[in-house]
């Protein structure tokens, strides 16, 4: 009689080597349509297979998340950024079933791995009226560079834009609906697409940088030279960093970042009376909640419940 023929079933590995963990790689960062989100999860990934390689080989599973996550709390790490890397590990865990190179039972134990506990709400750093005008009066104006820097600080201040949206906005964004400037449909975090009003002490910061530079299409800011040479088509995330830095040293405005002026408009139009609908449609987003808690309105600082309570020592007569 003839031999039957045996098949041996492919089974799902259970634990990863490096060429399956820079394919699920791979598959994870194609799956991200920000540039941003791509670059976090990169790094997330990064440092987990760093990790991942120095260990004993155990079963991509449960027990090996449970290590990582134990080895992120004693680096210290803030539990928003844990729940990040956790959040990346999942990915590549779920890509690696996926394509069949990790068991899809060792990918759902991958879940079930629960992030830090994230206690309270961090407030953020932002800046006070009295010191958004110092910082928007530090460039050099009567330089080109100058003019340029002072149209970056005045939209980041003004219009609450973030470094991404910033460097990709094009003077055909700008538009004047409702007799009032705008940005129109800007492509944010997520794709989510917006308009923003400009005021027009923003506007008027933006023309004199594109008269200086003579500018008629395209990005609106560009590299300049030492010497005030405009070239190229555009600017990085990185430039606009240092735009803020150092207008920050010349105004003795210690630890700001880009995202700390964008704080402080959403925080100088609550003080205004704006309301919180329209502050979330300026920010882009997605709910009222992020808002809330973008904002810390639900805590106030000035005029705090704590100032008045009768028990404070009597003034020295003047």
């Not at 590549?92 to 996926?98: F, I, N, R, V």
């Not at 409702?178 to 910061?205: C, E, M, N, S």
């Not at 560009?222 to 430039?239: A, D, F, Y």
């Not at 000035?302 to 020592?313: F, Q, T």
Request: hydrophobic content about 40%; charged content about 25%; glycine content about 8%.
């Amino acid at each position: 009689m003839p031999k039957k023929r045996t098949f041996k079933r492919c089974s799902a590995k259970n634990t990863l080597r490096l060429p399956d963990l820079d394919h699920s790689k791979t598959s994870v960062l194609q799956s991200l349509s920000s540039a941003a989100s791509k670059r976090t999860c990169a790094f997330a990934i990064n440092d987990f297979i760093a990790w991942y390689g120095s260990e004993p080989r155990l079963a991509f599973g449960r027990t090996v998340v449970l290590r990582y996550r134990y080895e992120l709390e004693a680096r210290r790490l803030a539990p928003a950024t844990i729940n990040l890397r956790l959040a990346a590990v999942r990915r590549l865990a779920y890509e690696a079933a996926d394509n069949g190179l990790l068991s899809p039972d060792l990918a759902a134990s991958v879940r079930r791995v629960k992030g830090a506990k994230k206690l309270g709400t961090r407030l953020g750093n932002w800046l006070t009226c009295a010191q958004g005008r110092r910082l928007l009066d530090a460039p050099n104006r009567a330089e080109t560079k100058g003019k340029r820097d002072h149209a970056i600080l005045a939209i980041l201040l003004g219009c609450g834009l973030r470094r991404s949206e910033l460097i990709s906005l094009k003077l055909a964004h700008l538009r004047r609906r409702d007799d009032h400037w705008a940005i129109i449909d800007l492509f944010g975090k997520g794709g989510h697409v917006r308009t923003v009003p400009v005021p027009d002490w923003v506007k008027a910061a933006v023309d004199e940088w594109l008269a200086v530079a003579c500018i008629e299409d395209g990005l609106i800011f560009r590299c300049v030279t030492h010497s005030g040479t405009v070239w190229g088509s555009g600017i990085s995330e990185k430039v606009v960093w240092w735009v803020v830095r150092h207008a920050a040293e010349k105004a003795a405005i210690e630890k700001v970042a880009p995202h700390d002026l964008r704080r402080t408009c959403a925080r100088l139009c609550h003080s205004a009376g704006g309301e919180l609908e329209q502050i979330q449609f300026l920010l882009g987003h997605r709910s009222v909640e992020t808002t809330e808690r973008y904002l810390g309105s639900r805590q106030r600082i000035v005029h705090a419940v704590n100032d008045k309570l009768g028990i404070e020592p009597e003034a020295p007569p003047g």
